[in-house]
């Protein structure tokens, strides 16, 4: 099992089955806040329980952050048609702002490039404004394509071009992303 470093006292590793509860406990967490800015069924999808997690499970590639050893992040990608589809991005409100959903991201953009996706892609919710300026730093845009709700939550598409844009390979376009991303994340710790 790899396990990568993304900021001092943070790693970044794989998930297991044997994570799910956990999973499922970061998410509600993570979203416990927002709770009232949901709909019942769209705050039920964004934090499934631990049983739809393991559903889910096949679907695609999952990882945790772990601070001194306690999880405090999650997030899974699936791969489809368009691109990887970055889904249930999460970090727990006392481990916000210390690497920890930025090392999550380069996890999966880094899978997204060797798999060689052309684009990574989410869906959010317009009210979690630190979560959208993070993508935004990370090199999401904001698009038009949907989903535009979720059970009566309104949503939009992010998306991330991993193709090169002025004739570089897509891997060193991202790798100066990256520096600029950690510049910009060390500025806004």
């Known amino acids: 099992m790899q396990v990568n470093r993304a900021a001092p006292g943070v790693e970044i590793k794989r998930a297991t089955l044997e994570d799910v509860e956990a999973i499922a406990l970061v998410l509600h967490e993570s979203f416990a806040e927002f709770e009232s800015l949901y709909t019942p069924a769209a705050f039920a999808a964004t934090t499934p329980t631990s049983d739809q997690i393991r559903q889910r499970w096949s679907e695609g590639p999952v990882w945790v952050a772990l601070q001194h050893g306690i999880m405090v992040g999650t997030v899974s990608a699936v791969p489809k048609p368009t691109g990887l589809y970055v889904r249930s991005m999460a970090v727990c409100p006392p481990a916000r702002g210390q690497g920890v959903a930025g090392g999550l991201l380069k996890e999966v953009e ?50 991330k071009p991993l193709e090169p844009t002025n004739g570089a390979p897509a891997n060193q376009s991202t790798l100066t992303q990256n520096k600029e991303t950690k510049l910009n994340e060390q500025s806004f710790s």
């Open 110 to 159: 880094s899978v997204a490039i060797h798999d060689r996706h052309k684009r990574l892609f989410l869906s959010t919710t317009p009210f979690l404004t630190e979560a959208i300026h993070l993508y935004e730093r990370f090199g999401f845009q904001r698009s038009d394509e949907g989903p535009q709700d979720l059970f009566g939550t309104p949503l939009f598409t992010m998306i």
